[in-house]
């Protein structure tokens, strides 16, 4: 799960479900009213959900509380910031190839705001026994590059959880590490921490430092960073044989549940 950062900021159906009342566009922002439907998003945002729905299996919804119960809250979305956060998931998404979403076992991708795991706020948050992945589009334009990354570094949790049962534990990537590292807590340790995704805080074997904190925030990180900005580890992996001993089972576990296609993902 991804933090929300106070400074900056990751399936049946195709069309996009708006849950609830009507969703108010106007120059003006508002509390949404939900009783409109799919029409009141624009329609180049509504046609670029389709269209990625229809070809990874995937629905995608608005709503205005928790389907799942439990410690997932937030609040609704308003209908700019979906619009928004649309286009930009579009696009990192549009390579995914759809046994990615199939072993991920993602069925539905919600937009939000004011999400937060009990009282944590989170960029986004998966819930991987009902198939669901939850973002907070709140917010702005000036957190474009993090928010691009967090909805592969999130997807990325849900594929890791299935591809072998696992999430918080992996031997093999873990004997990549260099001797005598030891993970933090996880991911949750490091949620005040704005800096901690940057990727000028990396260390020997890993992209930054939030990649540190747990076996599975480090695939996750990896998986992000390759995904939008590969060129911008590619000068370390000379001096670094363990970021490219990682890099290179990155594209292994992606590549197994596909037939052994690991596209998109580049290679070192």
Not at 45 to 50: K, S
Not at 90 to 117: G, Q
Not at 131 to 151: H, N, P, T
């Amino acid at each position: 799960m991804t933090l929300r950062p106070r400074a900056r900021i990751a399936l049946g159906g195709a069309s996009l479900a708006l849950l609830g009342g009507t969703l108010w566009l106007g120059r003006h922002r508002s509390a949404p009213d939900w009783t409109a439907g799919a029409g009141a998003l624009p329609g180049a945002a509504n046609a670029a959900l389709d269209e990625l729905g229809k070809r990874l299996g995937l629905q995608f919804r608005i709503e205005a509380s928790p389907s799942t119960g439990g410690d997932v809250r937030f609040e609704a979305a308003h209908p700019d910031d979906v619009a928004r956060f649309a286009f930009w998931l579009a696009d990192e998404w549009s390579d995914y190839p759809r046994c990615w979403i199939e072993t991920a076992r993602l069925e539905a991708v919600v937009f939000c705001s004011e999400l937060r795991w009990d009282v944590q706020p989170r960029a986004s948050i998966p819930v991987f026994d009902a198939g669901l992945l939850y973002f907070d589009v709140a917010l702005g334009a000036e957190q474009e590059s993090y928010v691009r990354r967090v909805v592969h570094h999130e997807f990325f949790h849900s594929f890791d959880r299935f591809d072998d049962g696992e999430l918080w534990t992996d031997e093999h990537w873990s004997a990549l590490n260099p001797r005598g590292f030891t993970y933090g807590g996880g991911g949750v340790t490091r949620q005040h921490e704005p800096s901690t995704s940057l990727l000028e805080t990396a260390t020997t074997g890993f992209v930054d430092d939030y990649a540190t904190s747990g076996v599975e925030e480090d695939k996750a990180e990896l998986f992000a960073v390759l995904m939008c900005s590969p060129d911008a580890i590619r000068p370390r992996l000379a001096g670094d044989p363990y970021l490219l001993a990682k890099w290179r089972r990155l594209l292994e576990l992606v590549a197994t549940p596909c037939g052994g296609d690991a596209a998109p993902l580049p290679s070192p």
